[in-house]
């Protein structure tokens, strides 16, 4: 049973994650904003990391062998952890290399990040309920991934917010900038961490 709940939560949980990087990306068309850029690139790396995380999981349950279950939940926890040090480099660089001064249009990707805050902290409560309970590697990873996609979250709404409140002043090109460092770093934190422990 708690598998099976474990199953459908991964399921919803690429189900709600998939619109994210399109509306973000769509976004990209009107906005220029360098946070909104690398949250793009994010929802794409964390949305493939999911998919990878719901597959192995099923394949994992199908295996009776105890040592080829922790091998499979190695291999998706090890390339969790890479798609978040990517992403965290990736956002690291458009932060530090973005120079558009007109941020344009962050409406779609304000809005996406605030409807992420509320999704990915359910998640990361029902993951975190999910791991303990079952023991699962993947699930207690996953419940890593969505603290960090909450906190990410949280940051992309300040940085964006600043950016339609205070359109074209050096404080929301400062916060935009700064809302992509921390997000990267934070990224590049949990995935150094996630990689450590597979090891």
């Given amino acids: 049973m708690k598998e099976r709940s474990g199953s459908r939560t991964l399921l919803m949980s690429v189900l709600m994650s998939a619109p994210g990087p399109l509306v973000v990306g769509l976004g990209l068309l009107v906005g220029k904003s360098s946070t909104q850029l ?5 929802r794409s790396a964390e949305l493939l990391a999911i998919i990878v995380a719901f597959v192995v999981y099923q394949l994992a349950g199908k295996k009776a062998d105890n040592i080829q279950k922790a091998r499979l939940e190695r291999s998706s926890n090890l390339f969790v ?4 040090c990517l992403s965290g480099g990736i956002m690291l660089f458009l932060a530090l290399f973005s120079g558009s001064s007109e ?8 809005a996406i990040a605030l409807l992420g805050v509320i999704a990915n902290s ?6 975190t309920r999910l791991g303990k309970q079952t023991g699962s590697a993947i699930l207690a990873v996953q419940g890593r991934l969505y603290r960090a996609k ?6 992309v709404v300040i940085a964006l917010s600043s950016v339609l409140l205070l359109p074209g002043s050096a404080l929301s090109a400062r916060l935009d900038s700064l809302g992509s460092a921390i997000v990267s770093l934070y990224l590049l934190w949990c995935g150094i961490k996630t990689i450590r422990e597979v090891f």
Avoid: E, H, Q, S
């Fill in 150 to 155: 909450t906190l990410v979250d949280g940051c």
């Fill in 122 to 127: 359910l998640f990361w409560r029902k993951y």
């Fill in 81 to 84: 952890g890479a798609v978040m």
């Fill in 103 to 110: 941020k344009g249009n962050v409406i779609p990707g304000l």
């Fill in 38 to 42: 690398a949250d793009f690139f994010r």
